[in-house]
């Protein structure tokens, strides 16, 4: 079965403090998301790659960027952590651009910016 | 612009009942359509897609509905069990394109 591993589980950090979120999948996907979910907002993507130092904005992209560098691991910054950015960020991926292709999620990591 | 809702933030339905989720979407491009249950402190994971060519997908007792003319899925759960309830999930992309769109999500409750 496909693995997606994100770093942490818990994260608390200070308001302008830069941010890392780690992410790693086992199963050599194309493809790597990062979204966030918030109450009544659903999950909500932000970035998504296609392949390795390839990105592509998602509908939330402003305060953060990414990086892949490798083809198994997503990074997500946070340039400068601000408190509205506290949320459940989870990491994706699939293997492919098919149609029914679908997405496996890691476990998610709850920031909470102070 | 929200381009894939589910309008009821929430369900509640007795153990063996029929329970229905709905999702509605606005962009004519989607042609493929899934849904992700997530329990907390979990990640979503996939439970059943469909695709625009057809009206009707059934694995179990999941069931996906699509009315293409009213932008408009369902997703039927028959009998609905305790183990069902959690976070459902609609979401919908463009075959050939990564992106996936999700909804808000349904909090299902199945009472025992």
């Known amino acids: 079965d496909v693995k997606v591993t994100q770093s942490s589980r818990y994260l608390v950090k200070r308001t302008g403090e830069k941010v890392f979120l780690e992410c790693v999948q086992d199963?050599?996907?194309?493809?790597m998301f990062w979204y966030r979910q918030d109450p009544g907002l659903g999950l909500r993507l932000i970035y998504f790659s296609y392949d390795v130092k390839m990105k592509e904005k998602g509908d939330i992209p402003e305060g953060y960027s990414v990086s892949r560098e490798k083809k198994e691991r997503f990074s997500l910054i946070l340039e400068s952590a601000s408190t509205n950015q506290t949320s459940m960020y989870l990491c994706?991926?699939?293997?492919?651009?098919?149609?029914?292709?679908?997405?496996?999620f890691g476990s998610g990591t709850q920031l909470s910016v102070l | 612009d929200q381009q894939v809702k589910q309008n009821s933030p929430s369900l509640s339905v007795q153990e063996g009942r029929i329970s229905i989720l709905n999702c509605d979407y606005t962009n004519s491009m989607f042609d493929y359509f899934l849904w992700y249950k997530k329990y907390p402190a979990e990640g979503p994971t996939f439970l059943i897609s469909?695709?625009?060519?057809?009206d009707k997908n059934e694995d179990g007792r999941f069931t996906v509905f699509l009315n293409k003319s009213a932008k408009h899925l369902s997703l039927h759960i028959v009998p609905s069990q305790p183990g069902d309830s959690a976070v459902y999930f609609c979401?919908?992309?463009?075959?050939?394109?990564?992106?996936?769109?999700f909804g808000t999500g349904t909090k299902l409750q199945v009472i025992p």
């Open positions: 979401a919908a992309k463009t075959g050939g394109y990564q992106k996936v769109t």
């Open positions: 994706a991926s699939s293997l492919s651009r098919a149609g029914n292709e679908k997405l496996f």
């Open positions: 469909i695709s625009s060519i057809k």
């Open positions: 199963m050599d996907h194309e493809n």
